[in-house]
């Protein structure tokens, strides 16, 4: 089905052909029409599945059928998503997209000044990304008018509740008028979406693409069981030797990312890391890099779960096991996205195998534990205990120079089970 059959308008067709995209995916041919049409949306996909081209071709579609796009301060629609990367991806969407049309789009979130963002408010836009909390110091200031807002798109809906965003993305939509659009996303849909649901929207339709808790099919899943002490070699052994060749692995710490991404430079494997610790700046540069090749592997923090949207990652490594199963479907979902395949690999030490039952239970699949194949990990070092720790040979000084008929000279040189008890 080409985009022009979902009642798209001409030069919104025309962009989408430029970016390289000639059908629409399943998600986007469900949703597009009824958006178009102005209705509420729930859309539950996997990631990967194109869901945020879901939203914004419905949003450009209104702006092209507008005048005087641009012009006025008054913001036609909002987009609340959890992080930075995403915000900023998804703005990078609605510039390629929207390439032949006469629109201003904004990003706004926190970690950068801003004195450029007042700037760019100033000068009137018609399209808003934000974080929910930079979008509320706006607010506050008084250079956000959302009075008439027209399109509300909430996200990854999900990970903003888990983040604790909720009384934020509350109070902002307090301030748009109930008279709008509200479109909410997500690759789960958890109870409490619900609860917010049901005060935010007008008699939703929901459209689910494929199960909610089952990784795409696209992606082939490996679990392999490993010592905490062999994990960084094993690792080691696998880039060497798997043919990799774009690489996202996943950290539960900032500093556990830090430290595996100095490990594969000290072994000549082209690495950065990314989490929340890393400057705007520093994070833009990692993921362009990444992008671009410079780098074969990016080391991150759940942070880029749901913020990284990069074209023909081939393996995604889980070199900690995810605490929270929902955690695990978009760590892997990084990987195999559209169409494409791709490889997740989760490395299990005993003490994560709790975790993984969770996540088997989430997934309703059983996740075999294998040892990789030729892989045979080198016996751990002996570790020498500091100084200060070695034991110290027993003094018998105290019954040498004591009162020798005294029954407790030197006693408290003796080990207990070694004293008299009298």
Same mark, same amino acid.
């Given at each position: 089905?080409?985009?022009?059959?979902?009642?798209?308008?001409?030069?919104?067709?025309? %962009?989408?052909?430029?970016?390289?995209?000639?059908?629409?995916?399943?998600?986007?041919?469900?949703?597009?029409?009824?958006?178009?049409?102005?209705?509420?949306?729930?859309?539950?996909?996997?990631?990967?599945?194109?869901?945020?081209?879901?939203?914004?071709?419905?949003?450009?579609?209104?702006?092209?059928?507008?005048?005087?796009?641009?012009?006025?301060?008054?913001?036609?629609?909002?987009?609340?998503?959890?992080?930075?990367?995403?915000?900023?991806?998804?703005?990078?969407?609605?510039?390629?997209?929207?390439?032949?049309?006469?629109?201003?789009?904004?990003?706004?979130?926190?970690?950068?000044?801003?004195? %450029?963002?007042?700037?760019?408010?100033?000068?009137?836009?018609?399209?808003?990304?934000?974080?929910?909390?930079?979008?509320?110091?706006?607010?506050?200031?008084?250079?956000?008018?959302?009075?008439?807002?027209?399109?509300?798109?909430?996200?990854?809906?999900?990970?903003?509740?888990?983040?604790?965003?909720?009384?934020?993305?509350?109070?902002?939509?307090?301030?748009?008028?109930?008279?709008?659009?509200?479109?909410?996303?997500?690759?789960?849909?958890?109870?409490?979406?619900?609860?917010?649901?049901?005060?935010?929207?007008?008699?939703?339709?929901?459209?689910?693409?494929?199960?909610?808790?089952?990784?795409?099919?696209?992606?082939?899943?490996?679990?392999?069981?490993?010592?905490?002490?062999?994990?960084?070699?094993?690792?080691?052994?696998?880039?060497?030797?798997?043919?990799?060749?774009?690489?996202?692995?996943?950290?539960?710490?900032?500093?556990?990312?830090?430290?595996?991404?100095?490990?594969?430079?000290?072994?000549?494997?082209?690495?950065?890391?990314?989490?929340?610790?890393?400057?705007?700046?520093?994070?833009?540069?990692?993921?362009?890099?990444?992008?671009?090749?410079?780098?074969?592997?990016?080391?991150?923090?759940?942070?880029?779960?749901?913020?990284?949207?990069?074209?023909?990652?081939?393996?995604?490594?889980?070199?900690?096991?995810?605490?929270?199963?929902?955690?695990?479907?978009?760590?892997?979902?990084?990987?195999?996205?559209?169409?494409?395949?791709?490889?997740?690999?989760?490395?299990?030490?005993?003490?994560?195998?709790?975790?993984?039952?969770?996540?088997?239970?989430?997934?309703?699949?059983?996740?075999?534990?294998?040892?990789?194949?030729?892989?045979?990990?080198?016996?751990?070092?002996?570790?020498?205990?500091?100084?200060?720790?070695?034991?110290?040979?027993?003094?018998?000084?105290?019954?040498?120079?004591?009162?020798?008929?005294?029954?407790?000279?030197?006693?408290?040189?003796?080990?207990?089970?070694?004293?008299?008890?009298?």
């Amino acid at each position: 089905m080409p985009f022009k059959v979902l009642g798209l308008s001409d030069p919104l067709v025309r %962009g989408i052909l430029a970016t390289g995209y000639t059908a629409p995916t399943e998600i986007q041919s469900q949703v597009i029409p009824i958006a178009i049409e102005g209705k509420d949306i729930i859309g539950c996909a996997q990631t990967g599945t194109g869901k945020t081209a879901a939203f914004v071709l419905p949003i450009l579609n209104r702006l092209s059928h507008q005048q005087h796009a641009g012009k006025s301060r008054a913001v036609k629609a909002v987009i609340l998503t959890p992080t930075r990367e995403l915000a900023l991806q998804i703005h990078q969407c609605i510039i390629d997209y929207g390439r032949f049309m006469n629109f201003r789009t904004l990003t706004v979130y926190g970690g950068v000044n801003i004195s %450029g963002q007042l700037t760019q408010l100033s000068r009137g836009v018609d399209i808003i990304v934000a974080t929910p909390g930079r979008l509320i110091d706006h607010i506050n200031r008084r250079t956000v008018d959302l009075r008439h807002t027209e399109v509300l798109v909430l996200d990854e809906a999900d990970r903003m509740l888990d983040m604790g965003f909720i009384n934020d993305v509350k109070k902002i939509i307090s301030y748009i008028p109930p008279k709008r659009q509200t479109l909410l996303f997500s690759a789960t849909i958890p109870p409490e979406i619900h609860n917010l649901v049901s005060g935010v929207m007008q008699h939703p339709k929901t459209i689910q693409v494929g199960k909610q808790h089952n990784p795409i099919e696209t992606i082939t899943q490996h679990v392999y069981s490993v010592t905490k002490e062999n994990k960084m070699q094993l690792l080691l052994y696998m880039l060497q030797n798997g043919g990799m060749y774009s690489i996202l692995i996943f950290s539960r710490t900032k500093h556990g990312a830090d430290r595996i991404s100095k490990k594969l430079m000290h072994a000549d494997i082209k690495s950065v890391s990314l989490h929340s610790d890393r400057t705007q700046n520093q994070r833009q540069r990692a993921l362009e890099g990444f992008k671009s090749g410079k780098f074969q592997v990016l080391v991150a923090t759940d942070i880029a779960a749901r913020g990284i949207d990069v074209e023909g990652i081939s393996h995604v490594i889980n070199y900690d096991v995810p605490a929270f199963a929902e955690d695990y479907i978009h760590r892997i979902g990084r990987t195999g996205r559209a169409t494409a395949t791709g490889d997740a690999i989760t490395l299990v030490a005993r003490d994560e195998e709790k975790y993984l039952h969770q996540i088997e239970r989430f997934i309703g699949k059983k996740l075999k534990l294998e040892k990789y194949e030729g892989f045979v990990p080198a016996a751990p070092e002996p570790k020498e205990q500091p100084e200060h720790q070695q034991p110290k040979p027993h003094s018998y000084r105290g019954r040498q120079e004591g009162n020798k008929h005294s029954s407790n000279a030197g006693k408290k040189d003796f080990p207990y089970w070694r004293r008299k008890k009298h």
